[in-house]
């Protein structure tokens, strides 16, 4: 720099000048104003899911004898179903109830079929359930002229599969169990017997997890002779 030029300053004090000048603010950025936080709230959706979830009944231990799967029968409950391509399911309705109609969500990739097995009052339907492949969902209803069932149906690849699906009836089973009863007292009564000096005080245990169907459903004395009710 030429010190005698106009304006101009000597070389120390341009030094000390950019030593000391205060630095150039760095150019703000613009702040991102946070979007508001959303809550999800109860919809429709979610109640359905939340009403599938609670009605839906999966296998347990207890629940099986030999390799039949027996759930407890209540209207509005969904069963699981496990299924397999390699192998069928065998769904068995109660003793003389008549099959009126079997539909499923996806009848495209599984394979429905029915048939029987005995004669009269005892013949019992049965209806095989097979997918074609694995990881598949569908929902199966059936009919029938007693009840409505609906299953939840899932495939998975490999030889894991439900073998046998069967239902007990609890609350029906309780009922026909009152109309015995009532219709023994009265059989009871009508055959003489002194109903004062019958003995009830007998215990019914299963030997097992569950109670066979065959299993008595009273037994009491007169003092002579026992008798056991059977279903």
């Not at 030094?15 to 702040?31: G, K, M, V």
């Not at 207890?62 to 179903?81: K, M, W």
């Not at 339907?125 to 002229?145: A, F, H, Q, S, Y």
Request: charged share 20%.
């Amino acid at each position: 720099m030429n010190p005698s030029a106009p304006g101009a300053c000597p070389d120390g004090w341009a030094a000390w000048w950019s030593f000391w000048r205060w630095p150039a603010a760095a150019p703000r950025r613009p702040q991102r104003r946070a979007a508001p936080r959303t809550y999800a709230r109860p919809g429709p959706l979610r109640t359905v899911q939340s009403a599938n979830s609670s009605a839906r009944d999966y296998p347990t231990s207890g629940a099986y004898i030999n390799s039949a799967l027996y759930y407890d029968f209540e209207p509005g409950r969904l069963y699981t179903v496990h299924a397999s391509p390699h192998f069928l399911t065998a769904i068995t309705l109660r003793p003389g109830e008549k099959l009126i109609s079997k539909a499923a969500g996806d009848t495209i990739r599984w394979v429905l079929g029915e048939t029987v097995q005995g004669a009269g009052a005892s013949q019992q339907v049965i209806v095989m359930v097979k997918p074609i492949r694995g990881n598949l969902r569908t929902n199966i209803i059936l009919t029938t002229d007693q009840r409505t069932y609906l299953l939840d149906a899932r495939s998975y690849e490999g030889d894991t599969y439900t073998s046998v699906i069967s239902w007990n009836y609890p609350q029906e089973e309780a009922r026909e169990r009152q109309a015995a009863q009532a219709a023994e007292s009265q059989g009871v009564a009508a055959s003489g017997l002194a109903v004062d000096a019958l003995h009830f005080g007998y215990r019914i245990k299963a030997n097992g997890f569950r109670a066979p169907r065959w299993q008595p459903v009273r037994v009491f004395d007169d003092g002579l002779k026992t008798y056991i009710q059977f279903p």
